[in-house]
């Protein structure tokens, strides 16, 4: 009797010490749960110098691809991507970036009442868009990209009463990615670069990166 008495205190004892919560063999407790409706998304500034600024929105898409796909983040654990019970750890062969760029003012000129200046068919023109993988601090060039298509739209002014305004418009892109054999987990990048001679080293007008 003593000592079956012992023993339950030398196990009371050691229980006390175990964590309260400790999770169960095998689980992990997850952090956030990131669904996509079909794409990922991108959006940045950018500015000429001493010139206009601009704005970049788009998407990032594949036929069916990103359909219910989830990322699952987890405290003790990287990122895990599922479409169901299947676990997704690579892109398609290749994916469908579409942005639109257009005139966005610049920070000073939110503060001031001065005239703006607005993006010209010349401006754009000059423009020079390269495309990366980004891995970690790796960069890597993305080849034969293609440009499938790009429209240019003028943008109609808000009061159908204005008169003597700057002629304005609005870029559309649409551009195929090769993405075969690239992680879930590498972040498509953006830079567009000057090109007009302005600048020597082809000053870096914008750069946005896209991730899922």
């Not at 063999?25 to 206009?52: C, H, M, W």
């Not at 601009?54 to 691809?65: D, M």
């Not at 359909?67 to 750890?89: C, H, I, P």
């Not at 305004?165 to 953006?190: G, K």
Request: aromatic share 12%; proline share 8%.
């Amino acid at each position: 009797m003593r000592f079956r008495v012992f023993s339950s205190v030398l196990l009371a004892f050691a229980l006390a010490f175990l964590p309260a919560s400790a999770p169960a063999a095998g689980s992990r407790e997850k952090k956030n749960v990131e669904s996509y409706d079909g794409a990922f998304y991108l959006i940045t500034d950018g500015g000429i110098p001493q010139g206009p600024c601009f704005r970049i929105s788009g998407r990032v898409t594949a036929p069916n691809f990103f359909d219910d796909l989830k990322r699952f983040d987890y405290s003790d654990a990287d990122s895990v991507f599922r479409r169901g019970n299947e676990v997704v750890t690579q892109f398609p062969d290749t994916l469908q970036l579409v942005f639109v760029l257009r005139d966005f003012p610049c920070p000073a000129e939110l503060q001031q009442t001065a005239t703006r200046t607005y993006l010209t068919r010349e401006l754009v023109g000059s423009l020079r868009l390269s495309l990366y993988w980004k891995h970690g601090v790796e960069m890597r060039p993305i080849p034969k990209v293609i440009s499938a298509r790009s429209t240019v739209q003028p943008v109609t002014p808000y009061s159908p009463d204005a008169v003597n305004l700057p002629e304005r418009f609005e870029w559309a892109y649409e551009i195929v990615v090769p993405s075969a054999d690239v992680p879930l987990t590498d972040s498509l990048v953006l830079i567009f670069r000057m090109a007009d001679g302005r600048t020597a080293d082809g000053h870096m007008a914008a750069r946005v990166a896209a991730r899922l």
